[in-house]
């Protein structure tokens, strides 16, 4: 393997990571939320007990939403297939820039690498959507910035 496939499949597995933590916090607040109505019992006070179940029903509605979301980011990422490389800018791809370095892939943040420091972005993202389709040399305009991709793989 080479080095670019190195530095690639370590950002594809930070994002794999960063993902699935994503995943268990997820799905851990969804237990504790069912774990609690199934333990709340009536109380005397009729209308806080419900009041609480309420707050309890929404609480997991949103962690139901969260959970199909990462769900979804979790999907995209299982389309990447790291040895694969391009000359233009495709999901999956690492991009070099005069400004910042890239990994098309999932908003997973900041992330380092033993040689250099990458942003994970979704292709969804501004971005991404600027990068997407370019290739080495073109120049992209994003918030009053201009820069140049250096190289892209």
Same mark, same amino acid.
């Given at each position: 393997?080479?080095?670019?496939?190195?530095? =690639?499949?370590?950002?594809?597995?930070?994002?794999? $990571?960063?993902?699935?933590?994503?995943?268990?916090? +997820?799905?851990?607040?969804?237990?504790?939320?069912?774990?609690?109505?199934?333990?709340?019992?009536?109380?005397?006070? !009729?209308?806080?007990?419900?009041?609480?179940?309420?707050?309890?029903?929404?609480?997991?509605?949103? /962690?139901?939403?969260?959970?199909?979301? +990462?769900?979804?980011?979790?999907? /995209?990422?299982?389309?990447?297939?790291?040895?694969? $490389?391009?000359?233009?800018?495709?999901?999956?791809?690492?991009?070099?820039?005069?400004? /910042?370095?890239?990994?098309?892939?999932?908003?997973?943040?900041? +992330? $380092?690498?033993?040689?250099?420091?990458?942003? /994970?972005?979704?292709?969804?993202?501004?971005?991404?959507?600027?990068?997407?389709?370019?290739?080495? !040399?073109?120049? +992209?305009?994003?918030?009053?910035?201009?820069? =140049?991709?250096?190289?892209?793989?």
């Amino acid at each position: 393997m080479t080095k670019t496939n190195n530095i =690639k499949q370590d950002l594809y597995s930070q994002c794999l $990571t960063f993902v699935d933590n994503r995943l268990q916090t +997820i799905q851990n607040t969804i237990s504790e939320i069912q774990e609690s109505l199934t333990s709340e019992t009536k109380s005397s006070a !009729g209308d806080k007990h419900e009041t609480g179940r309420a707050m309890l029903h929404i609480e997991r509605e949103k /962690a139901g939403q969260q959970l199909a979301e +990462i769900q979804k980011i979790n999907q /995209a990422l299982t389309k990447i297939n790291v040895s694969e $490389t391009s000359e233009i800018v495709v999901l999956g791809s690492i991009v070099f820039t005069t400004q /910042a370095n890239y990994f098309v892939a999932v908003s997973a943040g900041e +992330i $380092t690498t033993s040689s250099d420091k990458f942003y /994970a972005i979704s292709a969804i993202t501004p971005i991404a959507q600027l990068l997407l389709g370019k290739k080495s !040399g073109d120049d +992209i305009q994003f918030r009053d910035q201009v820069f =140049k991709i250096i190289k892209v793989i």
